[in-house]
C-alpha cells in the first residue's frame, strides 16, 4: 500500500515533518554534537591542567634566585663545617695533632685511646679519645689553651686531677679526661674503626 503525505491532512502532514525534523536533530545531536562536546570538555580539561603546570612552573621559576641563595648558604656553611670538623679520612692525622699539642705542652702521656668505634649522629660524628696525663697545672693549662686555639673543634670532659704522691719540678699532678672530636661524616658509610688511629702517637 502506497503512502503519500499529501493525501494526509495538513495538520498531519506539519506532524510527520516535525517528527522526521526532530528525530534528525537527535540523530545529529548524538552522532556529532555530543561527541564533540565530550571532546571538547576533554581537551578544556587538558589544557586546564597545562595552565596549572604553566603557573606552578612560573612560581618556581620566580623563586629560583631565592633557591640558589639557599643552595649557596648551605654550600657556605658545610664548608665552615669543614673547616672545624676534619673529614673521615683526617682522623688520623688529627690525633697525631692532638697526641703532639700534648707533647708540646710538656705533659707525659701515660694513655692515648681513642674509642674504637664514634658515637654516630646526623651528619657527624662523636670520637672520645680517653687520656692519662703527667706533669704540672701550669703544662696542663698550657695544654688545654693550645686546644681551645685549635683550627677542630674538640672539647675536653671528664677531667680528673690529682697530686702525685712524689712530687717534682715538673710532675706535680696526674690528670684523667676525655678529649672528644667531631668528624664529618659521610651518612652512606659509618666511620672506619680506629685501629690505626689509635698508632697514631
Given at each position: ?48 591542567g597545562l595552565r596549572s603546570d ?13 633557591f640558589r641563595m639557599q643552595v ?19 682522623i688520623a692525622d688529627l690525633l ?106
Amino acid at each position: 500500500m502506497n503512502l503519500s503525505l499529501s493525501k494526509l491532512p495538513w495538520y498531519a502532514q506539519v506532524g510527520v515533518f516535525v517528527a522526521l525534523s526532530a528525530a534528525s536533530v537527535a540523530v545529529f545531536y548524538f552522532m556529532y554534537v555530543s561527541p564533540a562536546m565530550t571532546d571538547a570538555a576533554e581537551r578544556q580539561k587538558r589544557l586546564d591542567g597545562l595552565r596549572s603546570d604553566i603557573s606552578k612552573g612560573l612560581a618556581t621559576a620566580r623563586k629560583l634566585p631565592e633557591f640558589r641563595m639557599q643552595v649557596t648558604e648551605l654550600e657556605t656553611r658545610l664548608e665552615g663545617l669543614r673547616a672545624v670538623l676534619p673529614e673521615e679520612k683526617d682522623i688520623a692525622d688529627l690525633l697525631r695533632r692532638l697526641h703532639m699539642l700534648a707533647m708540646q705542652s710538656n705533659l707525659t702521656i701515660r694513655e692515648f685511646k681513642p674509642a674504637v668505634s664514634p658515637t654516630m649522629k646526623e651528619m657527624h660524628a662523636e670520637w672520645p679519645i680517653d687520656l692519662q696525663l703527667e706533669g704540672s697545672y701550669h703544662n696542663l693549662g698550657l695544654f688545654f689553651d693550645r686546644i681551645s686555639k685549635f683550627s677542630r673543634i674538640i672539647n675536653i670532659n671528664n677531667l680528673q686531677v690529682k697530686a702525685r704522691d712524689k712530687q717534682e719540678a715538673s710532675m706535680t699532678i696526674n690528670a684523667q679526661c676525655v678529649a672528644t672530636t667531631f668528624v664529618l661524616t659521610d651518612t652512606k658509610a659509618a666511620p672506619p674503626p680506629a685501629a690505626d688511629a689509635k698508632k697514631a702517637p
